[in-house]
């Protein structure tokens, strides 16, 4: 005995057609506020930059 065990980790569940439609419209929600914001931040540093 080597005490090791050979178990695998949890697998997740599979999203169904319901949980996948509120899984994108989470990452939109979150991620098009956040592209607007680093392009506006891009927009503003090279304003400082470069004039």
């Keep these: 005995m080597s005490g090791e065990s050979s178990t695998s980790p949890p697998e997740a569940p599979a999203a169904g057609p319901g949980r996948r439609g509120l899984i994108v419209f989470a990452w939109l929600w979150v991620g098009l506020p956040l592209a607007y914001g ?14």
């Design 38 to 51: 680093l392009y506006e931040l891009v927009r503003k540093a090279a304003q400082l930059f470069i004039g």
